[in-house]
């Protein structure tokens, strides 16, 4: 469903350089160790598709994908527990003097958080059919091999949302399992645990988005456990990058859904006849570059009634409720 954020191509893409250990670098994140049981995560302005990192960045595209974690973090705040500890750059300093020098190279696309055990499991909940889950129905008429309703219609409302895990790839994209083999990766008790903070987080999510003439089709989640064996939702939350956003005032049942991402990048590179989707991919052109942008833009002006120069992120005291 979602590309998998790995070191495929990782030659060729330019990483940030902090004075702090980095731990891994993926297509669009470079991790950072920052001491104190704490991770720095720069999330970058690099754009893939069909599991290639392309040669031009996406301006403000790593800002959006931090600040919306940031909103999003703030409205479940005290209710969720979360590994976020700030995404403002005067808070970061204080912890991480060290960062002073370079600050203008991480300031608003850096998350400071609690450093966890990652599940090996995405968390995705689906509230429409849609993606892969729609060319696996339409094939074969279920979901991870599992019977689904008879009669539905590509970009249809599932009622009620499935919660539909996945394995996390190593490289391209994860793949579709069911809830059973999720209790036997993680454990029945995480299992239920991660389904229903999934399904609660989504019905949060969507609810919001429905306020602001958006559905959020479907979304993934992170979990992780930190030293203290709390769980946590980690990584980006309800991000273009790891959910799909759709314009209310143009869905419509039976066809597929313009997105609120980075559409004009996949529209324009299948339009390519001479690119066989294999390294190494073709530049972008520059209103391809700016069209982008501008998606990233309006689906965080969209959500959150605030254009992104001026939103003000939330300084979380401590770390979650």
């Not at 409302?157 to 999720?182: C, M, Q, Y």
């Not at 956003?245 to 997105?259: I, T």
Request: with cysteine; glycine share 8%.
């Amino acid at each position: 469903m979602f590309e998998s954020d790995s070191d495929t191509d990782i030659g060729a893409m330019v990483r940030s350089d902090l004075p702090l250990p980095l731990l891994h670098q993926g297509k669009v994140r470079d991790l950072y160790d920052a001491g104190d049981d704490m991770l720095l995560i720069v999330a970058s302005d690099r754009v893939s598709a069909f599991d290639v990192v392309l040669p031009q960045p996406i301006p403000s595209k790593g800002e959006v994908l931090t600040q919306i974690t940031a909103w999003w973090l703030a409205g479940l705040h005290g209710s969720i527990d979360h590994h976020l500890l700030s995404v403002d750059p005067d808070t970061i300093i204080r912890r991480i003097p060290l960062l002073e020098d370079t600050r203008d190279t991480w300031a608003r696309r850096s998350m400071l958080v609690r450093r966890t055990e990652p599940l090996m499991v995405e968390c995705v909940v689906r509230g429409y059919i849609t993606g892969s889950a729609w060319r696996e129905y339409r094939d074969h008429g279920t979901l991870a091999d599992q019977p689904l309703a008879e009669g539905l219609v590509e970009s249809q409302r599932l009622e009620p949302p499935i919660f539909s895990p996945a394995t996390k790839a190593v490289e391209g994209h994860d793949e579709n399992i069911t809830f059973e083999d999720a209790g036997r990766i993680l454990g029945s008790e995480t299992a239920e645990r991660t389904r229903d903070l999934s399904l609660r987080i989504y019905e949060h999510g969507s609810r919001v988005a429905e306020e602001h003439g958006i559905i959020l089709a479907d979304t993934k989640f992170e979990f992780g456990f930190d030293a203290e064996g709390r769980l946590l939702l980690i990584d980006e939350v309800l991000t273009p990058d790891s959910s799909r956003f759709w314009p209310g005032e143009s869905y419509e049942m039976g066809r597929g859904q313009p997105s609120l991402d980075k559409q004009p990048v996949r529209d324009y590179l299948d339009g390519l006849e001479d690119w066989d989707k294999a390294p190494p991919p073709p530049d972008l052109p520059a209103h391809v570059v700016e069209a982008t942008t501008n998606r990233y833009k309006e689906i965080f002006r969209r959500l959150t009634g605030i254009e992104l120069d001026d939103y003000q992120p939330p300084v979380f005291e401590g770390l979650t409720r």
